[in-house]
C-alpha cells in the first residue's frame, strides 16, 4: 500500500504543487520565494522522512500571508489524502524537542476533527523573510486541512530562529509517529467507533 498524494490548488492569490510520500525517506525539493520557510519545510521532510516535493508561486508584492497559509493548506490535505482511511496507523504522535536553548512539544490526533492549538511567542517580526505571526496560520492551515487535532507549545527559548526550528522540527516527528502503520493494529482504524 503506497501511502502518495499529489495536490495542485490555484487561485487568483497563489498556486500550490505539493508531491508527498508518507512512506519516504526525507526526498525533498522545497521551492518556494520564501528563504526561511524553504528551510523550515525541508527541515519537516528530513526529521519526518517525508519524501516531500514542493513548488509554490503567490502574491508576494503583497505581502508573503497568502502563500504561507495557502502551502500549509495544500500540505495538509496531502497528507490527508495519503492516509486515506487510516487503518493501522498508530494515530496519536507526540515529541519533545530541544533545539538549542528552545524546547517544543508537538502534539497531534489523527481524529478526523480540527482543532488547533498555539502558544509560542516570539520576539521579532520576521525570522529572515518569514513574518512569525504566520507560523500559526501555516500550521492552523495544515491542521485544519489534515483534519487532525494539533497543539504546539514553546516553553523556553530566546532565539526566534530556534523557536521556529523547534517547531517544525517536533511536528515532523510527532506527524510521522501518527502516520506509522502498527503491525499490530491489523490494519484496523484505531477508534472504538471503527471510522476516524
Not at 17 to 30: E, H, M, Q
Not at 46 to 71: P, R, S, W, Y
Not at 122 to 148: H, P, V
Request: a positive charge; proline letters at 2%; glycine letters at 8%.
Amino acid at each position: 500500500m503506497k501511502r502518495i498524494s499529489k495536490i495542485v490548488r490555484k487561485t487568483n492569490e497563489t498556486g500550490i504543487a505539493v508531491d508527498l510520500n508518507v512512506d519516504g525517506v526525507g526526498k525533498r525539493l522545497i521551492n518556494t520565494p520564501i528563504g526561511f520557510l524553504n528551510h523550515m519545510l525541508d527541515l519537516f521532510a528530513k526529521q519526518g522522512l517525508f519524501d516531500l516535493n514542493i513548488k509554490a508561486t503567490g502574491d508576494m508584492f503583497i505581502d508573503e500571508h497568502h502563500i504561507v497559509e495557502d502551502i500549509g493548506i495544500v500540505l495538509g490535505q496531502a497528507f490527508y489524502k495519503a492516509i486515506g482511511d487510516k487503518k493501522g496507523i498508530g494515530r496519536y504522535g507526540f515529541f519533545i524537542l530541544p533545539m538549542d536553548e528552545s524546547l517544543a512539544t508537538v502534539a497531534v490526533d489523527f481524529s478526523g476533527r480540527y482543532t488547533f492549538t498555539f502558544n509560542c511567542d516570539f520576539n521579532r517580526e520576521k525570522i529572515g523573510d518569514l513574518s512569525t505571526e504566520l507560523i500559526y496560520d501555516f500550521w492552523s492551515g495544515f491542521a485544519q486541512n489534515a483534519k487532525i487535532n494539533l497543539y504546539i507549545k514553546v516553553e523556553n527559548g530566546r532565539n526566534d530562529h530556534h523557536k521556529a526550528e523547534a517547531i517544525f522540527k517536533a511536528a515532523a516527528k510527532a506527524v510521522r509517529m501518527a502516520c506509522e502503520i502498527d503491525k499490530r493494529a491489523s490494519l484496523t482504524v484505531p477508534s472504538t467507533k471503527g471510522a476516524l
